[in-house]
């Protein structure tokens, strides 16, 4: 079965930067890859996408600043974050959407928390 699996969460201090890991497996089967957060008290918030052809889209909260990247050889997604801000605080999660008729994005990591701190 297809997983995914996200770390490099941590403290980080305000205008600092970090980056993301996502290692997923059966990634011939997945059409679309996404990075989503949730802030304390928010709702959950697509922050990236990425398609299988690589084009990528960006929340307008985060467009600028992070940046998401692939290496397909190792089956790997990257977040990028640069310039972070108290307001990026969050639990990360990396996201996939299967093969599947509804392309819907049903395959999802544990998270991994990023805090920063000023």
């Known amino acids: 079965q297809v997983q995914v699996v996200e770390s490099g969460g941590g403290l980080v201090q305000a205008g600092g930067s970090l980056t993301l890991s996502c290692a997923a497996s059966?990634?011939?089967?997945?059409?679309?890859m996404e990075w989503h957060r949730q802030a304390p008290g928010k709702q959950r918030e697509l922050v990236a996408a990425?398609?299988?052809?690589?084009?990528?889209d960006y929340a307008d909260s985060v467009k600028g600043r992070f940046t998401f990247s692939r290496d397909s050889a190792k089956n790997t997604v990257y977040l990028q974050m640069n310039s972070l801000k108290l307001e990026d605080t969050a639990v990360y999660y990396c996201a996939a959407a299967r093969r599947t008729p509804s392309r819907a994005t049903d395959l999802w990591g544990r998270g991994t928390q990023v805090t920063v701190f000023s």
């Open positions: 059966g990634m011939f089967s997945i059409v679309r």
């Open positions: 990425m398609t299988f052809g690589g084009s990528t």
